[in-house]
């Protein structure tokens, strides 16, 4: 059954190596591949597709893509286009953190990774601006952004996101906004995803606790798949919420014994230059939190991040899309929504302020964030150019 898919397989390929510009570029280039070159999908549906997505954590582009796959071919198929989209990221930044090992080991005096740094920076404020000027539409909302900004840059917990998103929807709710009834077939609940998706997180947890308290001396491949499968069953807003996560989980709390705070700027900024899922850099992080384990450790590392970030994506958005139909009419979750991206943009902007104290204020640091940030703005130069002019001069100067 599968044989008839292959031309979908393969253009789910070809856009996992060609899908640049973050969630909104990839829904772009989504419109363009899967509705109108090979009509898997029709606008209206990739549009409620991507709406449905935006309520539920995790990697919103690859649930998009996932459930595409899902529409054409049921459970089999949305996992096998799942793990296409994300293998070529995810194996490219699982390489970056050899890679950089293997610079330090030979001593290399050019840095060129050093301007990339300020550069993500520059990305995370391009993130912001962009979020403002959709999301924050009234007064209300821009005091949930205001206060979420501020909590989550002094208040940094695990749990400081979920809860944001969760006191952002319920302020919402006392907005007037409603939202038609719509009467649609209700689907059959798939009740095992939801099951096995409570299962692994308690028992997770629970391996990740007892492996920690009791020294054990394989407890790190556990403690990393706890916490990836945390961040991906927790965290909203994409990935550059994940990487203010990711910041306070192992630079922060961890005082950088698994990577410094320019190891991970360096990686969220090589990630800006490469296409498909934002979510790859776990690949990397996850690699570089085993290094000092050895090889064989850090090939583990780069594999189980991956995997624990993915995998809540997957089981949530194969349980919750059985039941969108009944879900998108209730109008507590459309109020819902407006607060939640409110909360959203506050936390990028206070991801973008966390980020920008971990590196050295310099002229030139600046000059490299300024310069970004307008590229972004007001011209129409790709990512992937950006990241390599700064690959470029770091290399030359």
Not at 295 to 306: D, E, T, V
Not at 349 to 371: D, E, G, K, R, S
Request: glycine share 8%; charged share 10%.
């Amino acid at each position: 059954m599968l044989l008839r898919h292959i031309p979908f397989l393969k253009a789910v390929l070809l856009h996992s190596i060609t899908a640049y510009g973050g969630p909104q570029g990839h829904l772009a280039m989504m419109m363009k591949t899967f509705v109108q070159q090979r009509k898997d999908v029709t606008e209206q549906e990739l549009m409620e597709y991507n709406a449905f997505c935006q309520l539920l954590p995790g990697a919103s582009s690859s649930q998009t893509l996932t459930l595409i796959g899902y529409k054409r071919g049921g459970a089999i198929l949305a996992i096998i286009t799942l793990l296409i989209w994300i293998s070529p990221a995810c194996l490219i930044m699982g390489s970056l953190s050899f890679l950089l090992q293997y610079f330090g080991k030979n001593a290399l005096h050019t840095d060129i990774f050093k301007y990339v740094q300020p550069m993500a920076v520059g990305f995370l404020a391009y993130g912001g601006i962009r979020a403002f000027r959709i999301s924050i539409t009234s007064m209300a909302t821009f005091v949930i952004m205001v206060v979420s900004m501020f909590t989550a840059f002094y208040l940094k917990s695990p749990w400081t996101f979920p809860a944001l998103i969760i006191l952002g929807g319920i302020v919402s709710n006392f907005s007037n906004k409603r939202i038609p009834g719509v009467a649609e077939k209700p689907r059959k609940i798939q009740w095992g995803n939801i099951w096995l998706f409570v299962s692994l997180f308690i028992l997770a947890g629970f391996l990740s606790e007892v492996a920690r308290t009791h020294e054990w001396i394989t407890r790190r491949p556990f403690n990393l798949f706890e916490n990836f499968y945390r961040f991906g069953s927790l965290v909203f807003g994409g990935g550059d919420i994940l990487i203010a996560m990711m910041l306070e989980q192992y630079v922060t709390r961890a005082k950088s014994q698994y990577l410094t705070a320019e190891e991970l700027l360096t990686g969220a900024g090589i990630m800006r230059a490469l296409p498909g899922p934002t979510f790859s850099i776990s690949a990397y992080v996850g690699g570089m939190a085993m290094r000092n384990l050895g090889m064989g450790y850090q090939f583990l590392g780069c594999m189980i991040a991956p995997i624990a970030i993915f995998l809540p994506s997957l089981l949530l958005v194969l349980f919750f899309f059985p039941i969108w139909n009944n879900l998108k009419r209730y109008v507590v979750i459309y109020r819902a929504l407006e607060g939640i991206n409110a909360v959203v943009v506050g936390i990028m902007w206070a991801a973008t302020f966390i980020l920008f104290f971990v590196i050295p204020v310099n002229w030139y640091n600046l000059l490299i964030m300024a310069c970004t940030l307008a590229l972004l703005c007001l011209t129409r130069v790709p990512s992937p150019f950006i990241v390599l002019a700064c690959l470029l001069l770091g290399w030359l100067l």
